[in-house]
C-alpha cells in the first residue's frame, strides 16, 4: 500500500517536472547532460563504494559469477557512462522537429511536430549503466523518467540518480526530472504498470520473463523491447564462404545479446556442401548444435525438439534444420521467429527480394550478420532499446523514437463552413 | 467457449491472408477497391433490404431515433461510401515507402520501410458505413481486418461484408482479408482482446465507455481514439469578432463529434466585454451554458459542477469559465483536457506560441475552430479515426499511420569486427 502511494507521489513529481522539461531549450538540456557527464566522473570514488555495496551483498547471497559482473562498475565503465551522456549531447534535438506541414486549401498552416511523450518508466535488470545511459536519452528527448532497476543494483542506481538530479539542477532543470521508484519489492513495479494517465509509456529492458509479464500486466502503453530468436538462412544461391563467416559472426561474436543469431536454416540444395563445413566450425567455436536429422547425422550434434526452434539461447547453443526451399525458410521463420533480426545469406536477387519482402521482423538483413541491428551500427549515436513490436517504434529506438507528435493549426479566425 | 474458438479461428485465417496481402501490388489492391465499390452499387437493394431487419428490430426495442438515424442506410449513404472506397484506391499506396535510407560507414545500406501491420482488429458502434470505411482503408495499407460492429447493425454488416469479400476474391485477393467477427455478444470482443499474437493491433471507435473498457481490458495493442473535450481559450488579446464565431463555430457545427468544443475559458481581462457577448450569441443557438460565477452573472447560465469541466457533453452544452490569464488556461487544460483538440484565440504572437507549446494535445489550434481536427480537413483523404494517445499515431490517423516498418539491411558478406 505504501509503497504504491509513494511510486504514484513520484509519479506525480515526475509528471509536473515534465512540463518544464517539454519547454526547455536544447542548449539547457545538453548543459545538464554535461554536467551529468561531469558529475559521475568527479563522483567516482563514492559511486564505486556504493556499487562495491551492492557487488558484496550479490556474491553474499549466491549470485553468479556473470550476474555480478553484469553488476559491477569499473572506472571504465563509468568513463563509459559519462562518454555516453557527452555523446547524447552532441545528437539533434528530437524535440520541435517538424515532420511534416503544409498549407490547406483555406489557408490553415499545418504543421506535425515532435513533442516527448511526458514521462516514460524504464523497468531494466542488472547493470547500473542502464541508469545514466536512459536518464540522458529522456532528458534529451524531453522526457521525465522514472528509473526502476534491479533491486540488486539499489546503491548503484541511488548514487548514480544523485548524481545525475544534482546536476539536472545545476542546469535549471527540476530534479524531479529524474528519479529512482521508490521501492525495490515487486510492489513497485505493479504500481508503475498501473500509473495510466500519470505515466506515458513504459520500456522495460531485460529477460523474456520481465517483458512478458510487463506486456500482460501494464495498463500502462508499453514498448516491447529485445526478445530475439534470429535465423541465419543460408540459400541455395549463396556464397557459402560468405555465409560460414555470417553464421558464425551471427552465433558467436557476443552470446548474451538480442541481436545474435539462435537457429540456422540451410537450403536442401547446399546441405551437402554446407553442413559439414558448418558444423565443424560451429563445433570448433565451442558451440552445441540442436539439429534435425540432416543435422544429427554429424558427430556431436544433438537432436532438436520443438522447444529448441523457439528458444532463445543467448548462450553457445543453435538450432538448426535444413529447409527444401525458400518459402520453407519462411513458413519456418513465421512459424518460430521473434520477429527480431532474420537473414538471408543469398548472391539471388530474386530470392533476396521475396526474403525481405515476406519475412516481418524489425530488421531483415542481406548477407550480413544479424549482429548489426543495433542503434549504434545503425548510426543513431543512443539507443534505449530495440523494439519488436509494430506499434510505434520498430527496431533500434534511438531518440526520435523516444517522441509523440502533435498538430499545431494555425488559422486567422477559420471556422468551418 | 464456442465463441472464442470462432473469434480465434477467424484471427488465425485473418493472419494467414495478411501474408499475401502485405505482398499485393497497388494495382491489385486498388482493383479490389474498385471492385468492392461497383459491388456495393450492384447490391443496392439487398444492402438496403438487409439494413432495414436492423432498423425494424432497433425500432421494435425502443432505440431513440437518433441512434436509429445513425443505423439507417439510405441510398446516398451507399453512394457515400462506394465513393470512399474509390477515393482510398486514389490514395498513394503507404505500403514500401521508405521512410529513410543511407549507406552506413562499412557500406551497409539501411532502409526503413513501410509494412503493414498484419491483422487489425476494429470495434465500433452503430454506423454501419463504417464497414466499408475501415475495410478499404485496412485494405489500401495493406492489412487483413476483423470488423465487430455493434450488434444492432449485424444483417447490415453481414451484407456488406459479403459483397467486399466477393470483390477481394474477384480481384485475386483471398476472401479472409475482410472479416466479421463472428458472434454477436460481449464474449466475441474480449475473445478479439485477448486474441495477442493473431492480432497486431486493435482500433475501438465509439463512446468513451467502449474506448476506455478496450484500453483497459485489452493485451493486444491499443489504438485509442476519439474522446474529445475540447477547449477554446479566449485571450486578452483576442480579436472578439473572431473569437466570437470560432466559439460559436466550434460549439455548434456538429455536437455530436469528438472535436466539438465542450468548454469555453476567458481571459479576466476581456470578460466584462466578451462575455454578454458569447452568452447571447451561444444561448441563441440553444446553447445551455454550465459556468463559473462569472459566468452566472448572466441570465440562463447553469452553475458548472466539477463534473462539467470534465465532461465531453456531445450536445448543445458547454461548460465556461474565466481564468485570470494565460498559465490560468494551460494550467485548466492540463487538468481537463483529454488532449484532444484545444485552441486559444489571439492576435498576440507570443501568447500563441506559449499557448501551442505548453498544451500537450493531439491538435493545438490559434485561431481556428476545433472542428478542423480531422483527417478530411487535413488534407489526408481517408481517416480511420483520431488517435488521442501519443504512441505510434497522434491524431486524425490515415494510410501512413495505419502501417508499421521494418528494417532492410543489405551487404555483401558484412560481419561485426
Redesign the interface.
Same mark, same amino acid.
Given at each position: 500500500m505504501s509503497t504504491e502511494r509513494d511510486v504514484l507521489d513520484a509519479a506525480a513529481r515526475a509528471r509536473e517536472a515534465s512540463?518544464g522539461l517539454?519547454?526547455a531549450t536544447r542548449a539547457r538540456k545538453d548543459r545538464a547532460l554535461l554536467a551529468m557527464a561531469d558529475g559521475l566522473v568527479a563522483a567516482h570514488d563514492d559511486l564505486l563504494a556504493a556499487n562495491a555495496e551492492d557487488v558484496a551483498r550479490a556474491e553474499a547471497g549466491g549470485t553468479p559469477p556473470n550476474i555480478v559482473d553484469r553488476l559491477r562498475l569499473t572506472a571504465e565503465r563509468l568513463a563509459g557512462m559519462a562518454q555516453g551522456l557527452r555523446d547524447v549531447a552532441a545528437l539533434p534535438d528530437p524535440v520541435g522537429e517538424v515532420v511534416r506541414g503544409?498549407t490547406?486549401?483555406n489557408g490553415?498552416e499545418?504543421r506535425?511536430v515532435r *513533442?516527448p511523450?511526458?514521462v516514460v518508466g524504464m523497468i531494466y535488470e542488472a547493470r547500473p549503466n542502464v541508469t545514466a545511459d536512459a536518464a540522458g536519452i529522456c532528458l534529451k528527448s524531453g522526457n521525465a523518467v522514472l528509473l526502476r532497476g534491479s533491486s540488486s543494483a539499489r546503491s548503484s542506481n541511488a548514487a548514480i540518480v544523485g548524481v545525475l538530479r544534482e546536476a539536472a539542477v545545476s542546469a535549471g532543470l527540476e530534479a524531479d526530472v529524474v528519479q529512482l521508484v521508490p521501492g525495490d519489492s515487486h510492489d513497485s513495479v505493479k504500481a508503475l504498470m498501473r500509473a495510466r494517465g500519470l505515466v506515458?509509456?513504459l520500456i522495460p529492458r531485460g529477460g523474456a520473463g520481465l517483458i512478458r509479464s510487463v506486456?500482460?500486466e501494464s495498463?500502462v +502503453?508499453v514498448?516491447e523491447t529485445g526478445v530475439g530468436n534470429c535465423h541465419v538462412y543460408v540459400d541455395r544461391a549463396a556464397?557459402l564462404?560468405?555465409a560460414l563467416?555470417?553464421v558464425?559472426?551471427?552465433k558467436t561474436?557476443r552470446t548474451s545479446v538480442c541481436n545474435a543469431a539462435e537457429s540456422l536454416l540451410v537450403h536442401a540444395d547446399v546441405a551437402d556442401a554446407f553442413l559439414p563445413r558448418v558444423v565443424t566450425a560451429l563445433q570448433d567455436a565451442g558451440v552445441t548444435i540442436h539439429g534435425d536429422t540432416a543435422f544429427t547425422a554429424y558427430d556431436g550434434v544433438e537432436a532438436a525438439s520443438e522447444e529448441d526452434y523457439a528458444t532463445e539461447y543467448l548462450s553457445l547453443d543453435i538450432s538448426a534444420a535444413v529447409v527444401p526451399d525458400l518459402d520453407g525458410a519462411i513458413r519456418h521463420i513465421?512459424r518460430y521467429s521473434s520477429q527480431h533480426s532474420d537473414a538471408i545469406v543469398t548472391e539471388d536477387q530474386s530470392a533476396?527480394r521475396h526474403f525481405?519482402?515476406?519475412v516481418?521482423?524489425?530488421? *531483415?538483413? *542481406?548477407?550480413?550478420?544479424t549482429?548489426?541491428?543495433d542503434g549504434g551500427?545503425?548510426?543513431f549515436g543512443a539507443e534505449i532499446g530495440i523494439s519488436t513490436?509494430?506499434? $510505434?517504434a520498430?527496431? +533500434?529506438m534511438g531518440l526520435p523514437e523516444m517522441t509523440?507528435?502533435?498538430?499545431?493549426?494555425?488559422?486567422?479566425? $477559420?471556422?468551418?463552413p
Open positions: 512540463h517539454a519547454l503544409s490547406l486549401a490553415l499545418l506535425q *513533442v511523450f511526458g506515458d509509456v506486456v500482460e495498463t +502503453p514498448i556464397d564462404d560468405k563467416a555470417i558464425l559472426n551471427a561474436h513465421r533476396a525481405t519482402a515476406a516481418d521482423s524489425a530488421a *531483415v538483413l *542481406v548477407n550480413a550478420s549482429r548489426f541491428t551500427e545503425f548510426g513490436q509494430k506499434l $510505434h520498430r527496431g +533500434p509523440s507528435t502533435k498538430y499545431v493549426v494555425t488559422g486567422d479566425g $477559420h471556422v468551418r
